[in-house]
């Protein structure tokens, strides 16, 4: 009897062990799965917020690209024909003076005027001059142009430039500083030059001049000839801006 309760002892405490050793088991592979599932969770997280992350970022940018598109219409000013003038609007560049426009109806005659009388010899329309200079447009009151604003001066011959500027600098002296009131028949005339000058408009400048460099001569003795130029000046892109 004693030997068969041992064994049946023994037999109960082995089938418990088992018991428990199996629910340890079971628990193992139980926590071993739900790691997985929450690691599988995570990932799909992850791809997704990648995935919006990605899509969103692509919005933005067929978003920004299109009205980058649609902000820069291509458009055609209306003519300035007609059109009072009007005082400058703004602040003019440092060092540059304020330009009197003479407010009412567009000059149909060139404007001169000598704000301050210059000295020397006077500017020919064949000379090469050197300036400062800043324009207005007439029915905008806008600053337009200004060699002030690069802060360098502008060097370009006077038989290059709008006609407003040939008749109207010429016989100025060094030093001088010049109201013209031009046209639109001697500037640009009914062509656009530029976002700020529309057809037809007329301009105002106030000119410095700086310098006068007269034209290249020719000189020709004993059968050869020699050319001599008063300088090495160059046009300057304010100069192009201005004359075309």
Same mark, same amino acid.
């Given at each position: ?103 009412? /109806? ?5 404007? +001169?005027? @000598? *704000?301050?009388?210059? $000295?020397? %010899? =006077?500017?020919?329309? &064949? ?71 529309? /057809? ?5 400048? +106030?000119? @410095? *001049?700086?310098?006068? $460099?007269? %034209? =290249?001569?020719?000189? &020709? ?24």
């Amino acid at each position: 009897m004693g030997t068969e309760k041992r064994q049946r002892q023994k037999e109960g405490r082995q089938a418990r062990i088992a018991a428990a050793q199996a629910a340890q088991q079971r628990s193992s592979r139980r926590r071993r799965y739900l790691t997985f599932v929450v690691m599988a969770i995570a990932v799909l997280g992850v791809f997704a917020l990648i995935n919006w992350l990605a899509g969103n970022h692509k919005s933005k940018t067929v978003s920004t690209a299109g009205s980058t598109t649609t902000s820069a219409p291509t458009t055609t000013l209306a003519s300035a024909k007609g059109k009072p003038c009007v005082a400058m609007k703004g602040t003019p560049p440092k060092g540059a003076p304020t330009v009197p426009v003479q407010v009412g /109806p567009p000059p149909t005659k060139l404007v +001169v005027k @000598d *704000l301050k009388v210059g $000295t020397g %010899p =006077a500017v020919k329309p &064949t000379d090469t001059i050197t300036v400062n200079y800043i324009g207005v447009a007439c029915s905008t009151g806008k600053i337009f142009d200004s060699s002030w604003s690069r802060g360098t001066t502008a060097t370009f011959g006077l038989n290059q430039v709008i006609q407003g500027w040939t008749k109207g600098l010429t016989g100025m002296q060094v030093g001088g500083r010049r109201l013209l009131g031009i046209p639109s028949t001697l500037g640009y005339g009914s062509q656009s030059a530029g976002p700020d000058i529309a /057809p037809d408009e007329a301009l105002w400048f +106030v000119v @410095d *001049l700086v310098k006068i $460099t007269p %034209p =290249a001569t020719t000189t &020709t003795a004993v059968g050869s000839t020699t050319t001599s130029s008063a300088s090495g000046s160059t046009t300057s892109t304010a100069a192009t801006s201005t004359t075309k």
